[in-house]
């Protein structure tokens, strides 16, 4: 294995992904292999096996690791900004702390994952599975959940603002006092969800299910409800 994790040579720069001066572990079994702290910005980890790997504390901006079988792997800390996950298989990792501003996730399995306090701005999760995450105090601002499963999820207290959950399932998550101000929730299923206490400034709920949803003690200010209508009081419960 130790040939492998020295391995210096490069793919085609036909792959506009990737530049010179990085590690090349594409396609690679590095299951359970420790990476603690190793800087590896524009890795290419893609297709690699990092099932259970650790990256505690580890530099991954601008890394590749899409299609990469990330299976419980340990990422709690890593700077994931930047970096493309494509398709990644990340069920059950510990992103805890992580940064991944502006990285691209889409079509990911992120279930039961351990983001709680994860810094996320400007990233895509469109059509990923993301049932049962756990996103507590994440930082999630202008973030793209398009099309995701959200279902089962820990949301509290986390800061959505300016974030996209068109089309997105959303169904009996626990989202108390969470900054949802100026989300799109069209056409979004959320029946069945705690949202006790959240900011929904300027939330877009057209077309959206909110049967069984807490909206107690929840701010509404120019909330445009599933109907299309625009309200500024309080709202117990949308039936």
Request: net charge negative.
């Amino acid at each position: 294995m130790s040939s492998n994790l020295t391995d210096t040579s490069y793919p085609s720069d036909d792959n506009n992904h990737i530049s010179k001066n990085y590690h090349n572990f594409s396609c690679q079994n590095l299951k359970g292999h420790s990476f603690r702290q190793m800087d590896l910005s524009k890795a290419n980890f893609c297709r690699s096996d990092i099932r259970e790997a650790d990256f505690w504390g580890a530099n991954l901006e601008e890394a590749i690791l899409d299609g990469a079988n990330a299976r419980l792997v340990s990422m709690q800390g890593t700077n994931l900004s930047k970096a493309t996950l494509v398709g990644a298989n990340l069920w059950g990792a510990n992103l805890k702390l992580a940064t991944l501003s502006s990285a691209l996730l889409s079509e990911s399995n992120l279930a039961q994952a351990d983001m709680a306090g994860a810094k996320c701005n400007n990233a895509n999760f469109s059509k990923c599975n993301l049932f049962g995450i756990d996103l507590r105090l994440a930082v999630l601002k202008n973030t793209n959940f398009g099309k995701s499963d959200i279902s089962a999820s820990r949301l509290d207290s986390a800061d959505f603002s300016r974030a996209n959950f068109r089309d997105s399932e959303m169904i009996n998550i626990s989202a108390r006092k969470t900054n949802f101000s100026e989300c799109d929730f069209s056409n979004a299923k959320l029946e069945d969800s705690n949202l006790r206490g959240c900011d929904l400034t300027k939330a877009d709920f057209r077309g959206a299910d909110l049967k069984d949803v807490s909206l107690k003690e929840s701010i509404f200010r120019e909330t445009i409800l599933p109907d299309g209508t625009i309200i500024n009081h309080p709202l117990d419960k949308w039936l």
